[in-house]
């Protein structure tokens, strides 16, 4: 239990090096995923996930014996739309369910491929020669720690994070390559689009993975299922999450082996069912609100006359309200040879976690040192 609490503690800590698509996808996600994991484990626990048929000669020591062996080793579902009862092993292991006993790990293992886009950013990011998110967070953590002893908590969070962060960038100095102390690159950018294009293949991989569990014969099985609900069909008639199944075994009782074919509820589908569409609704959701994330930050940082417009909006909103000290040939110089991809996006970045006053702040801060060198 206390490892799962550090789990969710991890999990709802905020790193600042991030938007909220992103932290929906990797943090909101594996929350869902792991409660679900838990629900499920504690229903084939201590519930009873699969009850069968038995015959009646046999007694209850072999009734729970019979079901906790259709349980581990897979029944199988029948279609009503079958003329026959299939006769052969081999055509009754075609319809075997392989899923059920098995989905507290798949969610967790899906939990982990939500988190991993995380992970590789975290580990590039350290490879970087300026960590400014590393700045970004302490100054959260200086703000916090004055909050805490200051009953103006707003007036002194809005001045420490804006004065904190721009006095860490402005003094930074990379080999003094740069006529300011502010030297931006493009890595920063590269490895922070890599991860939320990676959190798009892994939504993908979620979605190709609730597929082939349940063996649809398309990724968007859900839509079907959906109508098949509104329409009052049920698993009877389209496959998916069967509560009947059967199950095979064979019992020696005097020398003798004696085949049985068990009829099984498997009640446990009755939660995957559930737990699987929303899932399925979920992950495409986030998969169309991360296409249009990403091309919304493609915009922002890529687009020159979306940069220009950013500057310039933050140095009016600062205070700089004359025009001639927010010239746009300067400011372009500013972000072509200063800030660059990098700068801009660890504006954004500032904008998306402390606000928009505190970016434009930072903002002013860089754009006065720049004007300092230039003289």
């Given at each position: 239990m206390d490892h799962f609490q550090k789990i969710l503690t991890q999990l709802n800590k905020k790193d600042h090096d991030d938007d909220a698509i992103d932290r929906l996808n990797y943090s909101t996600t594996a929350k869902f995923l792991g409660v679900f994991a838990a629900l499920i484990f504690a229903k084939q626990a201590v519930g009873n996930p699969l009850q069968c048929f038995i015959p009646a000669e046999y007694k209850l020591p072999w009734e729970k014996y019979i079901e906790t062996y259709c349980f581990v080793e897979n029944t199988y579902y029948v279609n009503s739309t079958l003329t026959q009862f299939p006769s052969h092993t081999a055509d009754r292991r075609s319809y075997e369910l392989k899923y059920y006993q098995w989905m507290p790990y798949i969610f967790v293992l899906e939990a982990f491929i939500c988190f991993m886009p995380k992970l590789i950013?975290?580990?590039?990011?350290?490879?970087?020669?300026?960590?400014?998110?590393?700045?970004?967070?302490?100054?959260?953590?200086?703000?916090?720690?004055?909050?805490?002893?200051?009953?103006?908590?707003?007036?002194?969070?809005?001045?420490?994070?804006?004065?904190?962060?721009?006095?860490?960038?402005?003094?930074?100095?990379?080999?003094?390559?740069?006529?300011?102390?502010?030297?931006?690159?493009?890595?920063?950018?590269?490895?922070?689009?890599?991860?939320?294009?990676?959190?798009?293949?892994?939504?993908?991989?979620?979605?190709?993975?609730?597929?082939?569990?349940?063996?649809?014969?398309?990724?968007?099985?859900?839509?079907?299922?959906?109508?098949?609900?509104?329409?009052?069909?049920?698993?009877?008639?389209?496959?998916?999450?069967?509560?009947?199944?059967?199950?095979?075994?064979?019992?020696?009782?005097?020398?003798?082996?004696?085949?049985?074919?068990?009829?099984?509820?498997?009640?446990?589908?009755?939660?995957?069912?559930?737990?699987?569409?929303?899932?399925?609704?979920?992950?495409?959701?986030?998969?169309?609100?991360?296409?249009?994330?990403?091309?919304?930050?493609?915009?922002?940082?890529?687009?020159?006359?979306?940069?220009?417009?950013?500057?310039?909006?933050?140095?009016?909103?600062?205070?700089?309200?004359?025009?001639?000290?927010?010239?746009?040939?300067?400011?372009?110089?500013?972000?072509?040879?200063?800030?660059?991809?990098?700068?801009i996006v660890l504006l954004r970045l500032i904008d998306s976690n402390f606000g928009y006053i505190n970016m434009s702040n930072v903002c002013k801060q860089l754009w006065e040192s720049f004007r300092k060198a230039q003289e």
């Open positions: 950013f975290k580990l590039l990011y350290s490879f970087a020669e300026m960590r400014v998110t590393d700045v970004i967070q302490y100054a959260w953590a200086k703000v916090k720690d004055v909050k805490n002893k200051n009953k103006e908590g707003k007036t002194t969070e809005a001045v420490a994070v804006d004065a904190f962060i721009s006095k860490q960038l402005v003094d930074f100095n990379v080999f003094q390559i740069r006529p300011t102390k502010v030297a931006f690159g493009w890595y920063l950018t590269a490895i922070y689009f890599g991860m939320k294009l990676s959190m798009l293949a892994s939504i993908t991989i979620q979605l190709l993975l609730l597929q082939f569990f349940i063996k649809a014969e398309t990724p968007f099985w859900g839509f079907g299922l959906m109508s098949d609900l509104y329409f009052g069909r049920d698993w009877r008639v389209n496959g998916y999450f069967p509560r009947v199944t059967f199950c095979d075994l064979e019992t020696r009782d005097l020398g003798q082996h004696r085949p049985h074919t068990i009829q099984c509820v498997l009640m446990l589908n009755m939660f995957i069912e559930k737990i699987y569409l929303f899932l399925w609704a979920w992950f495409l959701i986030t998969f169309l609100v991360t296409v249009l994330n990403i091309l919304y930050w493609c915009f922002r940082v890529f687009s020159r006359g979306k940069k220009l417009s950013m500057i310039d909006e933050a140095l009016l909103q600062s205070g700089i309200t004359d025009p001639n000290a927010r010239d746009a040939r300067d400011i372009e110089y500013f972000i072509r040879h200063n800030l660059r991809y990098d700068g």
